[in-house]
Nanobody
């Protein structure tokens, strides 16, 4: 069982930056593929980024590619999301998630994740 806690959300102006953190406890963090998702009001939760166990591979949603960077520190049992050039459409609750998959290095499907954090609000003002 893995417990995930996100932090770092807040209010930022268009063009600004935020760095989200997700701290894990329990389980073997380095064994999990990690991901970030977001959910805006009235919309379904959507994939943002994923990172492989060793951090060699990453994947991004087209809407954030080139602006967001996912990273992880297995020694600190943490995954991060650096968000630059933020836009109002990035406003959402951001969730980190852990996947126990042994078959894939990257997971983009929401159903492929086994553990979720409680989320952190990111609001981008225009």
């Amino acid at each position: 069982q893995v417990h995930l806690v996100e932090s770092g959300g807040g209010l930022v102006q268009t063009g600004g930056s935020l760095r989200l953190s997700c701290a894990a406890s329990g389980g073997t963090f380095s064994a999990y593929v990690m991901g970030w998702f977001r959910q805006a009001p009235g919309k379904e939760r959507e994939f943002v980024a994923s990172i492989s166990r060793s951090a060699i591979s990453t994947s991004y949603a087209p809407s954030v590619k080139g602006r967001f960077t996912i990273s992880r520190d297995n020694a600190k049992k943490s995954v991060y999301l650096q968000m630059n050039s933020l836009k109002p459409e990035d406003t959402a609750v951001y969730y980190c998630a852990a996947s126990r998959t042994e078959d894939f290095n990257i997971v983009e499907d929401i159903h492929g994740y086994d553990y979720w954090g409680q989320g952190t609000q990111v609001t981008v003002s225009s």
